[in-house]
Each structure stands twice: as structure tokens, then as C-alpha cells.
């Protein structure tokens, strides 16, 4: 099951806010500075992402949370982009791109691209793309192209080209080519 996470208030009492390490992720308001800034679980004072209408923030420092590379990569969303993420990668979604995202890579959808999305690879949808995605794959919808999904391939659909589909291989529908789709395979519809 997913979960949902949502943002609240919640006084810390007298704990300064450049002194307050929080848990990963966690956004504080800074009101001595007023600036907001991110926890990343260790650093006293996170990291400062705003405030005052303006200010020097970089993007280094606003996307080098969850290891990202900086203005050439983004990670938006717990663990997404968490390591080895590629030059101009894009992982947004809970999980999404966190294990060894290639580069101009996107995964959009919780845990999309995953675990080993190859470079130009493109997973949108949860758990599009979500283990061993190839070199140049697209996998659009509800666990397209979910594991095994080889160079060049095309899964759209829900669970089109889910498991081990061929390099080249096209599906398009739902669990079109769900199954061990060969290379330069064709199928549309259910």
C-alpha cells in the first residue's frame, strides 16, 4: 500500500532553529532568519532552501539533498535520486531513481526506476521501469516495464511489457506483452 505523507506545524519549543537536526527531509521554519529550511538527519541546522523574498541559495545546496548533482540533476521525494544518480537524471516520487539512475534518466511515480534505470531510460507511473530498465526503455502506467525491461523497449499500459520484455519489443495496452516478451516483439491490446 502507498503511503501519503503530509506537512504540519508543530512548536519545537526553545530549540533554535540552527541548532534543531531533525529527521531526513524535514522542513523548519527559521523565524530569527526567516528562512525555511530542510533537515537531512545530521547537520544542526539543515540546510537553508529560502526566505526574505530572495537570497543566495544555490541549487547545490537545494538538490545535493538525497546525493543529487546538483544543477544537473533533480530528486524530489524520501530516498528518490539516493545514490548513484546520473548527469541531468530527474527522479521524483517516493523511491523513484534511488538506486543507480543513469544519466537523462526520469522516473516520475513511486518507485519508478528504482533499482538500475539505464541512461535516456524514461519510467512514468508507479513502479514503472522499477528494476533493471534499460538503456533508451519508455515505460508509461502502473508497473510498465516493471522488471527486465531490455534496450529500446516500449511498454505502455498497465502492466504492458511488466516482466522480462525483449530489447526493441513494443507493448501497448493493458498487460499487453506482460509476460517474457521476445525482441522486436509486437503486441497491443489485452
Partial sequence: MASTYRAYADRMGATAATDYIGKPGDIFWDQANGALRVSD???????????????????AAIT??????????????????????????IA?????GSNTQG???VAIGA???????????VAVGQAAGQTTQGESAVAV?????????????????????QSDQGSE????????????QGNNAVAVGN
Avoid at 538527519?41 to 537570497?55: C, D
Avoid at 519489443?169 to 517474457?180: F, K, L, R
Fill in 103 to 105: 544519466n537523462f534518466a
Fill in 92 to 96: 521524483i516520487g517516493n523511491s523513484a
Fill in 141 to 161: 502506467g502502473y508497473r510498465a516495464g516493471y522488471t527486465g525491461q531490455s534496450s529500446n523497449a516500449v511498454a505502455v499500459g498497465i502492466n504492458a511489457g
Fill in 64 to 89: 545535493n539533498i538525497n546525493n543529487a548533482n546538483g544543477p544537473y540533476a533533480i530528486a524530489v521525494g524520501f530516498t528518490a535520486g539516493y545514490t548513484t544518480q546520473g548527469t541531468s537524471g
Fill in 169 to 180: 519489443a513494443v507493448a501497448v495496452g493493458i498487460y499487453a506483452g506482460s509476460n517474457t
Fill in 41 to 59: 538527519g545530521a547537520t544542526a541546522g539543515g540546510t537553508l532552501i529560502g526566505g526574505g523574498g530572495g537570497g543566495a541559495t544555490t541549487w
Fill in 111 to 121: 518507485t519508478a526506476g528504482q533499482t538500475t534505470q539505464g541512461t535516456l531510460a
